[in-house]
């Protein structure tokens, strides 16, 4: 178990070395790529180009610039923008983080225990009318984007509705910190929370619904109730441990795109400037160093929340702990 760990740990560190160098070279070593014709502006002269190559030490070998970039990024933080001058990227980022971070938890809480009444409901009422019910709704929730919905419940929560007892309490789009008003931080996400785990909670209903159906099929169920085992202990004891392994893989695949940066429509909607929003107004931008240190964020969780996969892969199926 412990070198398991720390072999996937090993593997980690691998990935996301890969990829830094893999972004770092295609926005600073791709061919018609200058860095410093950005940064100097329009109709700069050579010397003022050569100058800011100097400045930022373009001039430099390619693993030199690497180097140094990898170090203002993870060691000293002193990675700056290159559109807004003295502004510093890695600052930038970790007070972003939390916004996303509390958007993604709070739906993915939400969208995991609702999806596993669901698929759990459904699995055990197969064919029924119950069945039909929560998988219309759950095709419904799949169907509806989210930046309409969001759009949608707006308009209802802080416009046409909002004077009514129902959304009264709904404040202004918007985020709180925790910290300095942990009730405006809950009522703020509320709304968001429930947009963003509509859709989600559609799918994994779905997909958990089918895992267990097809797990019932299985030779140890049969086994089970060969030997008088209630149905109830045969699904949630059995069946469901099983079916929970394709749910854990969608789920740490999603989790870590939402908070890499691919909440970035709800973000928009809800006026919350998390990493999506940055990362998508460093692409407007072409902030190269801004664009580098969120792919680079965004890349981490998603390598971490795939490690932590596997980890509740063990722990859901004991066969692979002695692999």
Known sequence: MFYAILRRFGQMLFVMFGISVIVFLIFFATPGADPAARIAGRNASPEVLAAVRHSFGFDQPLYV?????????????????????????????????????????GAAVLWVVVSIIIGIVAAATRDSWLDKLL???????????????????????????????????????????????????FLTLVIPWITLAILYIGIYGRVLRAAIIESMQEDYIRTARAKGLSETRILFRHALRTSLIAFVTLF??????????????????????????????????????????????????VVIANAVVDFVYILLDPRLRAS
Request: charged content about 15%; overall charge negative.
């Open 135 to 185: 998988m219309a709704l759950g095709l419904l929730g799949i169907s509806m984007p989210v930046y309409w919905l969001g759009e949608v419940m707006n308009l209802m929560t802080q416009s046409r509705y909002h004077d009514s007892w129902a959304f009264s309490w709904v404040p202004p789009l918007g985020y709180k910190n925790f910290s300095d008003d942990p009730k405006g931080w």
């Open 65 to 105: 610039q690497y180097t140094r970039m990898m170090e203002k990024i993870f060691v000293t933080g002193d990675l700056t923008s290159f559109v807004n001058r003295g502004w510093k990227v890695v600052p930038a980022v970790m007070d972003s983080i939390p916004v996303t971070l509390s958007l993604v938890f």
């Open 252 to 301: 740490g695949l999603d989790f870590g795109a939402l908070v890499g940066g691919s909440a970035l429509l709800t973000e928009v909607v809800f006026g919350l400037h998390g990493i999506g929003k940055l990362t998508y107004d460093a692409l407007q931008n072409l902030d190269l160093p801004m664009i580098m240190a969120t792919v680079m964020y965004a890349s981490m969780f």
